[in-house]
């Protein structure tokens, strides 16, 4: 069994993404971290990079859409490590600029849906055994401010349309609420994180975008929560956000 805490991060596929960002926070406080995406080429290439600045980070495939990939994650992480302290959600996508609930397809919405809640809904349900074997299981559901009313630019009472994007990431708040009802008892936290918006791709600076090690600094204070912390809360840098 690993004697270190033991953090899984999906959607780890870019070095400029958050994922990348809350590996090397993570994996810096001593955490060892399993960084997971689609294309195995890819995140064997951004673990290197970690490993190379002395960072205990493990590549692994990864689909969160994919029910097989999943348990295959499961079953490996169970014959190497035992289990499971943290699980970070942050695999997400489909920020449909433009999508109104008049003019968006279903088929976009149904994909937003599939990413940004089922998801990671499905990851929650597979890895739950081995998150039940940590002294302290915590879930972080990377989620938005655009499912939020309170979020002035991108929330749900802004100018900007992101419809399949917002409601979807509403969803996962709500679904964060009603897992960390049902895991209180379980010793498991689960709680939601909008880091901000933040500057993971190239050109989002000139409107006002944050550096990536910011937005992450949120996430990886959820993921390193005490065994007494809060559970069920929507949080950014730390501090709840009205949603
Ligand atoms: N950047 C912001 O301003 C901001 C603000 C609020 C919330 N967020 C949230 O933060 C998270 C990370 O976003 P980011 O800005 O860092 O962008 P990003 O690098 O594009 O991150 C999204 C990741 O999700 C992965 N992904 C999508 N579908 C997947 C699947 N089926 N299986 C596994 N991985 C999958 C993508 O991998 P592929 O390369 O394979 O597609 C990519 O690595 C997302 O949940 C996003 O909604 C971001």
Same mark, same amino acid.
């Given at each position: 069994m690993e004697t270190k805490r033991t953090a899984l991060v999906t959607g780890v596929s870019r070095e400029t993404g958050l994922g990348f960002e809350v590996a090397r926070q993570l994996s810096s406080e001593g955490l060892k971290v399993i960084i997971s995406a689609r294309d195995l080429k890819k995140v064997v290439e951004l673990a290197l990079i970690l490993q190379n600045e002395g960072l205990d980070v493990v590549p692994l495939v990864l689909d969160i859409l994919d029910d097989l990939s999943a348990e295959n994650a499961y079953r490996e992480i169970e014959n190497r490590?035992?289990?499971?302290d943290v699980l970070i959600n942050n695999a997400g996508g489909?920020?449909?600029? #433009? #999508?109104t609930p008049l003019t968006q397809t279903f088929t976009y919405t149904r994909q937003a849906f599939d990413t940004n809640l089922f998801g990671a809904w499905r990851l929650v349900k597979v890895f739950l055994p081995l998150l039940e074997k940590s002294a302290n299981g915590i879930i972080v559901n990377v989620s938005s401010g655009a499912g939020a009313f309170e979020d002035p630019g991108f929330g749900l009472m802004a100018t900007g349309d992101t419809t399949a994007y917002g409601i979807s990431k509403l969803a996962l708040n709500g679904l964060t609420v009603k897992l960390a009802a049902e895991l209180k008892d379980r010793g498991i936290k689960v709680n939601a994180v909008c880091p901000g918006f $933040?500057? $993971?791709?190239? #050109?989002t600076e000139q409107w006002g975008a944050r550096p990536v090690a910011e937005g992450a600094g949120g996430i990886v204070w959820a993921a390193t929560l005490p065994k007494d912390g809060p559970t069920g809360g929507f949080f950014r840098d730390g501090k709840p956000l009205p949603w």
């Amino acid at each position: 069994m690993e004697t270190k805490r033991t953090a899984l991060v999906t959607g780890v596929s870019r070095e400029t993404g958050l994922g990348f960002e809350v590996a090397r926070q993570l994996s810096s406080e001593g955490l060892k971290v399993i960084i997971s995406a689609r294309d195995l080429k890819k995140v064997v290439e951004l673990a290197l990079i970690l490993q190379n600045e002395g960072l205990d980070v493990v590549p692994l495939v990864l689909d969160i859409l994919d029910d097989l990939s999943a348990e295959n994650a499961y079953r490996e992480i169970e014959n190497r490590f035992g289990r499971l302290d943290v699980l970070i959600n942050n695999a997400g996508g489909f920020y449909d600029q #433009g #999508g109104t609930p008049l003019t968006q397809t279903f088929t976009y919405t149904r994909q937003a849906f599939d990413t940004n809640l089922f998801g990671a809904w499905r990851l929650v349900k597979v890895f739950l055994p081995l998150l039940e074997k940590s002294a302290n299981g915590i879930i972080v559901n990377v989620s938005s401010g655009a499912g939020a009313f309170e979020d002035p630019g991108f929330g749900l009472m802004a100018t900007g349309d992101t419809t399949a994007y917002g409601i979807s990431k509403l969803a996962l708040n709500g679904l964060t609420v009603k897992l960390a009802a049902e895991l209180k008892d379980r010793g498991i936290k689960v709680n939601a994180v909008c880091p901000g918006f $933040t500057a $993971t791709y190239p #050109g989002t600076e000139q409107w006002g975008a944050r550096p990536v090690a910011e937005g992450a600094g949120g996430i990886v204070w959820a993921a390193t929560l005490p065994k007494d912390g809060p559970t069920g809360g929507f949080f950014r840098d730390g501090k709840p956000l009205p949603w």
